[in-house]
């Protein structure tokens, strides 16, 4: 079965410093990744997605996340944090031979000192 | 342009009551998807569908039911409501190759 592990449950950084969330794996196949942030209160919005390809990938709100089969990674970068990126982020991982179904991690979420 | 559309938004139940969670996309996508969330945890899925008429279980089903019969509707039935369900329920739906788009959320209390 798929799983999602997040090291990371906390995480604070200083604003304008950069920040790393950690992301690995399991999956027989070659997955399809995710990463999603969620403001308190609020749904889940999607940061950016792996499918094929480029293992660099972009997204939104200057977020990168590289996917490192080899170590069963997908950990997600930013250059400078804002204080608007304090929220928790979920990586997930899609089933393709299932339905799609999402696993999730359980979470990290960022906190960001002025 | 909705997206994905959740009611109700807030909900307190008594235990053993029943009551649906309302899921409806306007996106024309095949795959829907129940979720729950605890506090402090990560999304945990309770049932799934590939298309109308067609339904699956996830990883956490007991004490919930779903149907399936449009393209649009994805409801989310809770039969007798216990104490372990409260959470917060998000719907949410794809298909394949795009990104998923989830509902803002019902958050189920049962007291």
């Known amino acids: 079965a798929q799983s999602v592990t997040q090291p990371d449950i906390h995480i604070t950084v200083s604003e304008g410093a950069s920040l790393e969330l950690r992301c690995n794996y399991s999956?027989?196949?070659?997955?399809?990744l995710f990463w999603y942030v969620q403001s308190p209160g609020q749904g889940l919005q999607l940061l950016l997605k792996?499918?094929?390809?480029?293992?660099l990938v972009q997204g939104i709100k200057g977020f990168e996340a590289e996917f490192k089969r080899s170590q069963s990674s997908f950990n997600l970068r930013k250059p400078s944090v804002h204080w608007s990126d304090a929220a928790e982020y979920f990586c997930?991982?899609?089933?393709?031979?299932?339905?799609?179904?999402?696993?999730f991690g359980g979470g990290t979420r960022v906190l960001v000192k002025p | 342009n909705a997206g994905v559309t959740q009611t109700p938004k807030f909900r307190i139940l008594k235990i053993g009551q029943s009551m649906t969670l309302q899921c409806a996309q306007d996106m024309n996508h095949n795959y829907m998807y129940w979720y729950r969330q605890d506090p402090g945890m990560g999304l945990k899925l309770i049932y799934y569908s590939v298309g109308a008429g067609i339904t699956d279980k996830g990883e956490v089903p007991n004490g919930y039911n779903v149907s399936r019969s449009t393209t649009e509707d994805f409801p989310l039935r809770l039969e007798l409501a216990a104490p372990s369900q409260t959470s917060v329920y998000f719907c949410a739906s794809t298909n394949p190759g795009d990104g998923y788009t989830f509902g803002s959320g019902t958050r189920l209390t049962v007291v």
């Open positions: 999956y027989g196949a070659t997955p399809y």
């Open positions: 792996y499918f094929s390809g480029d293992t």
């Open positions: 997930a991982v899609g089933d393709r031979a299932a339905g799609n179904k999402l696993t």
